[in-house]
């Protein structure tokens, strides 16, 4: 069976007849708090419903996965843009809360590790040189994106000349995509639960030929199904809020790529850039 499979709630359902008496526990709790499970390890799943880990394992191989983390792993990928703020805000324990800072940073920890072992080297590289071989470039990204977005093109624009983060104001952001075209590359950056609006423009830039840059949480994602390259960077919900921890970590290396690739550009372009800061007091030197 399709381990990628997105209804994994009909796979359960279609299954349901052939399924021992613990694992109709499993399959029923599933259905009816999908959002929580998700979450589970095997060993809390089969504590909270009331069965052995085996069972809780034996249940994930029953619907044709070959072991409880890729079930999970499809529950994940099923839900996470369905989830409210407030199903997301119950699906953490934090009842020990003077280990409330460890659990948040380990998973942080976690996800940059996810991202190193599924990071695509040579894809990073060839979008490095999308990047600067293009005619404009475009970064969108909405949403609690916006922030990514922002410290992206804050410091591409000190490497190249026509970037341009297309963001929320005066102008609609089709108005602000409206010259976009083949020569062009569009970053588009987006996490659960994904922005219809950042979805319908990179629609629009595609039908431009543009050529767009992914950056989203997996290669299931609506922005990676989208893109002409995709970087895969892990953020796994922390509670109510979006970890962007390897996100900005991974937009960090392609900004010094960028600059190592247009080196003999920055360096004379900052040194303009700290003749200007000091004439005019930018900064506190004291």
Do not use: C
């Not at 279609?14 to 008496?21: E, H, P, Q, R, V």
């Not at 709790?29 to 034996?58: C, H, N, P, Q």
């Amino acid at each position: 069976m399709n381990e990628n499979k997105n209804d994994l709630i009909k796979m359960i359902q279609l299954n349901y007849t052939k399924l021992s008496k613990g694992q109709k526990l499993i399959a029923e709790y599933i259905t009816s708090d999908y959002d929580k499970a998700a979450f589970m390890t095997a060993a809390k799943l089969g504590d909270t419903v009331g069965v052995s880990e085996s069972t809780v394992v034996r249940f994930a191989n029953a619907l044709g996965f070959s072991g409880y983390p890729s079930l999970q792993e499809s529950l994940q990928e099923l839900i996470k843009n369905k989830l409210t703020t407030v199903q997301r805000l119950g699906m953490e324990d934090f009842s020990d809360k003077k280990n409330l800072i460890k659990q948040v940073v380990r998973t942080d920890i976690n996800n940059m590790k996810d991202t190193l072992e599924n990071l695509d080297n040579e894809i990073f590289y060839k979008i490095i040189d999308e990047i600067s071989n293009a005619k404009r470039v475009y970064i969108l990204g909405l949403r609690s994106s916006t922030a990514l977005a922002g410290y992206l093109g804050f410091y591409l624009s000190f490497i190249l000349e026509n970037v341009k983060v297309v963001s929320f104001g005066m102008s609609d952001i089709f108005e602000q995509l409206l010259k976009v075209s083949e020569d062009d590359v569009v970053i588009g950056i987006s996490y659960p639960r994904y922005s219809k609006k950042t979805l319908d423009a990179l629609k629009y830039v595609k039908e431009q030929g543009s050529t767009i840059v992914g950056i989203s949480d997996g290669n299931l994602s609506p922005v990676s199904k989208m893109s002409d390259y995709n970087l895969e960077v892990k953020s796994n919900m922390i509670s109510f809020v979006d970890s962007l921890v390897a996100p900005l970590s991974i937009i960090n290396a392609l900004i010094i790529g960028v600059g190592i690739r247009n080196h003999d550009d920055v360096s004379t372009y900052l040194s303009q850039l700290e003749n200007l800061w000091r004439e005019y007091d930018i900064y506190d030197e004291e």
